[in-house]
T-cell receptor, first 112, second 114 residues
């Protein structure tokens, strides 16, 4: 059974800092991995999707990498801003059914 | 901008009452998921459908929960009778295809059972 772990559970950084969020998974035979953002009291917003054949995806200040062999993904946020404060979740699909296992998330606080 | 629509956004009900939550997936998405999110358990998959057929509802308490897709534009999640422990945010998500080109989530229904 796939297990997804996100460390740390919470992270606080000053504005402008570059940071990395980590996601690890136990079964490396995955189809894709997706990073989401969730603001308090809101739904999940998709940030980046990496297919199993890809190594990374970029969107603006965000870069997500995938290393299937080691069962790891990272989300890199450049020049963090207070508006980046949210919970970030990764979701791993290893079923080829579009059904993913979610991590518990990392709650990021960016201080002005 | 295509999105998943959930209604109602908030629901407060008394224990024992029936609750129905609705979801309109993105047009063309043939896979629909129901998730429940609580502080204690995080995101839990309750059920999901492919081409309107239920594929997996093992995460759902069968005695009180039921999920259906009457047509391709509507998915419903029903709780009868509701209990205080059902209080949570219920999310619907839709996706395109079997290989999973990524989910789009709705804004959720925040259910409070008193």
């Amino acid at each position: 059974k796939q297990e997804v772990t996100q460390i740390p559970a919470a992270l606080s950084v000053p504005e402008g800092e570059n940071l990395v969020l980590n996601c690890s998974f136990t079964d490396s035979a995955i189809y894709n991995l997706q990073w989401f953002r969730q603001d308090p009291g809101k739904g999940l917003t998709s940030l980046l999707l990496i297919q199993s054949s890809q190594r990374e995806q970029t969107s603006g200040r965000l870069n997500a990498s995938l290393d299937k062999s080691s069962g790891r993904s990272t989300l890199y946020i450049a020049a963090s801003q207070p508006g980046d404060s949210a919970t970030y979740l990764c979701a791993v699909d290893d079923t080829n059914a579009g059904k993913s296992t979610f991590g518990d998330g990392t709650t990021l606080t960016v201080k002005p | 901008d295509a999105r998943v629509t959930q209604t109602p956004r908030h629901k407060v009900t008394e224990m024992g009452q029936e609750v129905t939550m609705r979801c309109q997936p993105i047009l063309g998405h043939n896979t629909v998921f129901w998730y429940r999110q609580t502080m204690m358990q995080g995101l839990e998959l309750l059920a999901y459908f492919r081409n309107r057929a239920p594929l997996d509802d093992s995460g759902m308490p069968k005695d009180r929960f039921s999920a259906e897709m009457p047509d391709a534009t509507l998915a419903t999640l029903k709780i009868q009778p509701s209990e205080p422990r059902d209080s949570a945010v219920y999310f619907c998500a839709s996706a395109e295809g079997a290989v999973g080109y990524g989910y789009t989530f709705g804004s959720g229904t925040r259910l409070t059972v008193v």
